[in-house]
T-cell receptor, first 114, second 115 residues
């Protein structure tokens, strides 16, 4: 079945450091790929998405590129802020059929220190 | 535009009881999905409803059930609660074009604690 593997956390960075959170997936065909962020005590917020190979999703300084050849969708940011501290989830949505079943990675806790 | 709302935000129940959680999707969204989030199992898909019909179901026991009303609001019910049902239950709704790539927008969740 489909699966998503995320880099183990937690990750602690200083403000203005570069961030990379690795995400790889296993799925048939070309799934859509997502990054969601969860702040303490809240639900999930969509951060960015990509729906086909070589697409780049971007939002709030975060970027991720859909790499079919390496089945990856790594999240990157050039300069993190304290406000970026949260848990980040990589997820995929299969293309086949009408299923809305998101498969999530285990999440990566990010803490940014001032 | 209002986001996905879930009620109640917090619930405390005891083993053996049953519970009903409610989700109101974004206006115009017709697809509603439910997920369970626990520290041990992470985020797991429960079921999805579209136009009052359950379209997809995850690997959960029959104690977990749901329904959707004509206004797209959805409820999920858990009967005979167990300690392991303690979790954050998240609801998500999707844009009405109903394409597989449509984004799911999540509510804040209902935190259920079973004692």
């Amino acid at each position: 079945g489909d699966s998503v593997t995320q880099m183990e956390g937690p990750v602690t960075l200083s403000e203005e450091a570069c961030l990379t959170i690795n995400c790889t997936y296993t799925a048939t065909g070309y799934p859509s790929l997502f990054w969601y962020v969860q702040y303490p005590g809240e639900g999930l917020q969509l951060l960015l998405k990509a729906t086909k190979a070589d697409d780049k999703g971007s939002n709030k300084g975060f970027e991720a590129t859909y790499r079919k050849e390496t089945t990856s969708f790594h999240l990157e940011k050039g300069s993190v802020q304290v406000s970026d501290s949260a848990v980040y989830f990589c997820a995929l949505l299969p293309v086949a059929g009408s299923a809305r079943q998101l498969t999530f990675g285990s999440g990566t806790q990010l803490t940014v220190l001032p | 535009k209002a986001g996905v709302t879930q009620t109640p935000r917090y619930l405390i129940k005891t083993r053996g009881q049953q519970v009903t959680l409610s989700c109101s999707p974004i206006s115009g969204h017709r697809s509603v999905s439910w997920y369970q989030q626990t520290p041990g199992q992470g985020l797991q898909f429960l079921f999805e409803y579209f136009s009052e019909t359950q379209r997809n179901k995850g690997n959960f026991p029959g104690r977990f059930s749901g329904r959707q009303f004509s206004n797209s609001r959805s409820e999920m019910n858990v009967s005979t609660l167990e300690l392991g049902d303690s979790a954050l239950y998240l609801c998500a709704s999707s844009f009405p074009r109903d394409k597989p790539t449509d984004t799911q927008y999540f509510g804040p969740g209902t935190r259920l604690t079973v004692l």
